[in-house]
């Protein structure tokens, strides 16, 4: 049973440039969400897809944008990259189904460098 | 909006020793919470999830506690090992089936042989 699998898994960019970074989920697993996690901090939520649509989003500019495949793999995209964007970008999957043990599967996570 | 403190924000311990690792959170009103350990540059690596009705889970040398009403959650591990260098991440859940993660920046803890 593969787990959660992300690429690439280290990537570096220039400012002003756009990028891309995949994810595929758990078997089974139909719920994606990435988290932007900077050096020495926690991961930070940037948004969830279930269904190929957004269904929450943290706090992050439109910059950061999103896309859900019908096979529940996802894609983070990053427009105008600036220095700040520079981290370590985790993907999270689960089941959408509410119930009391909704827990998250995290990925390896993809390393971004804006130089 | 919910905040999550994690103290210390770094410790070394001898090998041996039982390490108590703390997590504060402001607003008691969470569902489940979930610990994590993160090895340098990788992924985060799940140890225990506690859910909303229980106050404590085990594995292994592992158990973490959950009070609620107090705020607060501790990971104990005991007889620490070298391989149990790593920054241990805790995560709150905001309510029945969200699973929008809330973290605090860690605990890095080094076991020195």
């Known amino acids: 049973d593969a787990g959660v699998t992300q690429s690439p898994t280290h990537l570096i960019k220039t400012r002003g440039q756009q990028v891309t970074l995949r994810c595929s989920p758990k078997?089974?697993?139909?719920?994606v969400s990435w988290y932007q996690q900077a050096l020495g901090q926690g991961p930070q939520f940037i948004f969830q897809?279930?269904?190929?649509?957004?269904?929450q989003r943290g706090n992050f500019p439109d910059r950061f944008s999103g896309h859900q495949f019908p096979n529940y793999s996802s894609e983070l995209n990053v427009n105008a990259l600036l220095l700040g964007d520079s981290a370590l970008y985790l993907c999270?999957?689960?089941?959408?189904?509410?119930?009391?043990?909704?827990?998250?599967?995290f990925g390896p996570g993809t390393r971004l460098t804006v130089l | 909006k919910q905040e999550v403190t994690q103290i210390p924000a770094a410790l070394s311990v001898p090998e041996g020793e039982n390490l108590v690792l703390n997590c504060s959170f402001t607003?008691?009103?969470?569902?489940?919470l979930q610990w994590f350990r993160q090895d340098p540059g990788k992924g985060l690596t799940s140890l225990l999830l506690?859910?909303?009705?229980?106050r404590e889970q085990t594995s292994g040398r592992l158990n973490a506690s959950l009070d609620k009403s107090s705020g607060r959650s501790t990971l104990y591990i005991a007889a620490s090992q070298p391989g149990d260098s790593a920054t241990y991440l805790c995560?709150?859940?905001?309510?029945?089936?969200?699973?929008?993660?809330?973290f605090g920046k860690g605990n890095q803890v080094v076991v020195i042989p």
């Open positions: 607003d008691s009103a969470i569902y489940n």
């Open positions: 078997s089974g697993h139909d719920t």
């Open positions: 995560a709150v859940y905001p309510d029945y089936g969200n699973n929008r993660l809330a």
């Open positions: 506690i859910q909303s009705s229980q």
């Open positions: 897809y279930y269904e190929e649509e957004e269904r």
């Open positions: 999270a999957s689960s089941l959408w189904v509410s119930s009391s043990y909704n827990e998250q599967f």
